[in-house]
């Protein structure tokens, strides 16, 4: 019998760059645990990493490529399988122009500078991501703001943590993990929450803010209204790197903390304790979460906010929200050759003119994508690719999305599982999980951080992401290495590293400077934190952030209200699942196995629901059911609901995506999106909930 | 060697659930023997598992003395002796006692039986992340515990 071997590596089940032992016997992954000597985890680990081998070794999990021929699914070689793909793409580049491509990603396994460097070298600015309402979308207000990302530093200890709509012992986005919030907090750093929800942070904090779902830019105008009113800022600081100030507070009169409390529902006086608490405790740090991001106003959100950590002085402070650095390897960008895209190119962008943000992030609201689908216009989209992504459960309005994949001519897609996404494409790549990948990770994070994440096992025939684009641009005529170990020697090279010298040493940290910004100041037109934004400016659009409505609320749209009289606060996380992923792993599975829904008892009481029924939630969209916990932690006209599910224990190729899935309930229209970024909402929207008979 | 106790601070739980996957890959077990598990009664998390009782309700149910206590006062299951009658699952005031169908047997934690011997921390405490799982000589946690209240 083998011996276990250890191998050092780094997951991927989330966002996440948490450090893994993996341990192998015969040939296959026998266990996973923690590495105490992560920078980015302690030695933690949650569910869906520890679940990673039964992702791996599943049994309906799909190990050689597929086409779908008049039976089904049938095996091909990967030969056969790239050249359909590369025959499909060259046959529309003829046809219709490279911009009738499309390339799509979900959260990704932390390929984006692959992602990219193919869809550049294609010649296709069709970038379909979630960006445009996860985590870009707040790193492209971020950069107009103050030239980069600003992180809550744990690492420097701050004295005052705001946890701004997230959960971070759950569901990590990017640079944070639970553990450094956790050891900040049990150094006694004051906590306020701010979320629609009671949960655990609230029961910790000092200060807990419970909004109405999707006035979080509205709260964040109220904070600056005790601020300014108070002086409680940092004038020098204001004075001498922050531009437009002045033009700033007047907007900020326009929102009395009366005005703010008739939006948020929070008392002034909270409010007020709250605004305090933050600008006086120094260091603190801001914290935020993606419900932000995934409304109307989610520029204007992570403007503000940034605001607020530039006034109070907290900006690239220790303990603060800070810029770290990261090491010298080669950037995402280039490696991505965004230069090779010409501006003819660019152009075409679709949707590109309207939201100008998303492309400038190089990547466009799918929206914009389903509408040249569904309508050929501006021009068609005729074929494309996804990789790790299932859009039809995981993107807003999905009786859309299902309409506009079936005009596709051909759709290749690249994945674990048979997802009701891939079910829809003509070639199926079999993908490797984080177990199966050689790769510089959280490259493109800003964190200060590189990980090395390598290869474990090899499964099937499956190939690690990295590996399908580059075999699949060299077919396309493209530009690529020889193998995967020597496109990350070119990225390390500026470290003087090769692979298997970085391999060795696990990771690379950036050395961090503070205050990096009196040197030379910020990254913007200005050289100044822009809360007047000459970009926006330049743009036609308004320049200061301000708090809209949400387009469908009792507020905005009392009419509607009558018919759907609840706020449906939907994208409720779980610990076990990342968005679509994860519904087949029997671990993970057993602890959440339905879709939930959480009821005031009040509400559940009055229309005859008790806990574990099954209801019906229904927007002007459409219906879907889920089943009904009670939470007296929620306002009574607020229902929350999760997202993601599909049911793969359902055979058919459907795989039950319209049962219980949340974004069949989800709006999509131009006008209930961010004006410069293209972020859906699929967050805040009008239900009505009724019990559910056949269960 | 001295008494072992596992001890969960209920009120630092936040309701991850990586206890009990990890749990799970330590003792190689499927879908149905759950030997930790979190309840969620939202906004709260219950944590359910085996306090090795002084008094084990589990080993008096026991009809064939298959539960027995250690010297580290561990309460184990000697699974060639278990007759899989079920009455030490209804005896657990706690709901700790799980069944395992495929091997017809009652299952328990065993507080990683070893990993301890190994010098390793239970596989559930390792990865914690607020580290509410507390382990270790039992009359020191209970000290720890005075001391905190």
Redesign the interface.
């Given at each position: 019998m083998e011996e276990i071997k250890k191998v050092r590596t780094v997951c991927r089940s989330c966002h996440g760059g948490c450090g893994v032992i993996a341990q192998v016997k015969n040939g296959k992954v026998v266990?996973?645990?923690?590495d105490p000597d992560s920078p980015i985890s302690y030695?933690?680990?949650?569910?869906k990493g520890?679940?990673i081998?039964q992702i791996a070794y599943h049994p309906d999990r799909i190990l050689h490529p597929m086409k779908k021929g008049h039976q089904g699914w049938e095996r091909i070689t990967w030969d056969e399988a790239l050249d359909t793909v590369a025959y499909q793409f060259k046959k529309v580049i003829e046809q219709h122009g490279p911009e009738s491509l499309f390339i799509g990603q979900g959260t990704g396994r932390d390929y984006e500078s692959h992602f990219s460097r193919f869809g550049n070298l294609l010649g296709t600015p069709n970038v379909l991501t979630a960006g445009h309402m996860c985590y870009l979308s707040r790193i492209g207000a971020s950069l107009i703001t103050c030239g980069r990302f600003p992180v809550c530093d744990y690492e420097g200890e701050p004295k005052c943590i705001i946890l701004w709509a997230v959960n971070p012992?759950?569901t990590n986005p990017d640079e944070y993990k639970?553990?450094g919030f956790?050891r900040a907090y049990k150094k006694g750093a004051k906590l306020i929450v701010i979320d629609p929800?009671?949960?655990?942070y609230?029961?910790k904090a000092d200060l807990w803010l419970q909004l109405r779902p999707g006035t979080d830019a509205a709260l964040a105008m109220g904070f600056f209204q005790v601020i300014i009113e108070e002086e409680l800022y940092d004038k020098e600081f204001v004075t001498r790197y922050i531009h437009g100030w002045d033009a700033f507070v007047e907007r900020v009169k326009e929102y009395p903390l009366y005005k703010v409390e008739q939006i948020t529902r929070i008392g002034e006086e909270l409010i007020r304790e709250a605004a305090r608490m933050y600008a006086c405790t120094k260091p603190a740090g801001i914290h935020w979460g993606v419900p932000t991001e995934q409304t109307i106003n989610c520029t204007d959100f992570t403007r503000t906010a940034i605001g607020l950590m530039a006034a109070t002085g907290n900006l690239d402070a220790p303990g603060g929200n800070v810029f770290h650095v990261p090491p010298k390897v080669r950037k995402v960008s280039e490696f991505s050759r965004h230069d090779a895209l010409s501006p003819t190119q660019r152009e075409k962008r679709l949707g590109g003119e309207q939201y100008k943000l998303a492309a400038r992030m190089a990547l466009i609201t799918p929206k914009a994508a389903w509408e040249a689908m569904l309508t050929e216009k501006p021009y068609p989209l005729k074929a494309g690719i996804f990789v790790g992504t299932n859009p039809l459960i995981t993107e807003a309005n999905a009786k859309d999305i299902y309409a506009a994949l079936q005009k596709l001519d051909f759709l290749a897609v690249a994945d674990f599982f048979l997802t009701p996404t891939a079910e829809l494409a003509d070639i199926f790549l079999p993908a490797g999980t984080w177990l199966e990948q050689n790769h510089m990770a959280e490259n493109w994070k800003f964190h200060g951080y590189v990980l090395a994440r390598q290869k474990v096992v090899e499964i099937g025939e499956c190939w690690q992401d990295h590996k399908i684009f580059q075999e699949l641009g060299k077919r396309m005529g493209q530009e690529w290495w020889d193998t995967v170990e020597d496109a990350l020697d070119y990225l390390l090279e500026p470290t003087g590293l090769t692979w298997e010298q970085f391999k060795e040493k696990g990771y690379l940290k950036g050395d961090m400077i503070y205050y990096k910004y009196r040197q030379g100041g910020f990254s913007t037109p200005t050289r100044k934190v822009e809360l007047f934004s000459t970009i926006l400016e330049d743009w036609g659009r308004d320049p200061l952030p301000k708090y809209t409505e949400i387009p469908e609320s009792p507020v905005s749209r009392p009419d509607l209200a009558k018919e759907y009289p609840f706020i449906l606060n939907a994208g409720l996380r779980t610990?076990?699942f990342f968005h679509s992923a994860n519904r087949q792993v029997?671990?993970?599975?057993?602890?959440r196995p339905d879709p939930i829904v959480?009821i005031h008892p009040d509400t559940a009481r009055k229309h005859g629901i008790k806990e574990m029924d099954w209801v019906w939630i229904e927007s002007p969209r459409g219906r879907v059911k889920q089943k009904v916990?009670?939470?007296?932690?929620i306002d009574p006209v607020v229902v929350v609901a999760e997202h993601g599910w599909w049911f793969p224990e359902i055979k058919d190729e459907g795989h039950g995506w319209d049962i219980s899935n949340i974004n069949l309930l989800t709006d999509d229209s131009h006008q209930s999106m961010d004006p410069v970024m293209g972020a859906t909402n699929l967050r805040v929207l009008l239900c009505n909930i009724s019990r559910c008979e056949q269960g | 060697m001295g008494k072992i106790s596992l001890t969960i601070l209920k009120e630092d739980c936040c309701g991850c659930h990586s206890c009990e996957v990890a749990c799970k890959q330590e003792h190689d077990l499927g879908v149905g023997p759950r030997l930790i598990r979190v309840i969620e009664k939202s906004p709260l998390f219950i944590p359910i598992y085996c306090h090795h009782c002084a008094k084990p309700p589990c080993k008096d149910a026991c009809p064939v003395e298959a539960i027995y206590r250690n010297d580290q006062g561990l309460v184990l299951i000697n699974e060639e002796a278990c007759i899989g009658c079920r009455e030490c699952v209804t005896a657990c005031p706690f709901g700790a006692m799980q069944f395992d169908d495929i091997k017809e047997v009652a299952a328990k934690c065993d507080l990683c039986l070893e990993r301890l011997t190994e010098g390793k921390a239970p596989a559930c405490s390792l990865i914690c992340p607020t580290g509410c799982m507390v382990w270790g000589d039992t009359t020191e946690l209970l000290n720890r515990a005075a001391s905190r209240a």
């Open positions: 266990k996973i645990e923690g030695g933690t680990l949650c569910s520890l679940a081998t012992l759950w639970g553990a956790w929800r009671k949960n655990f609230t029961q610990p076990t029997p671990w993970l599975r057993e602890i959480e916990k009670l939470n007296d932690g | -």
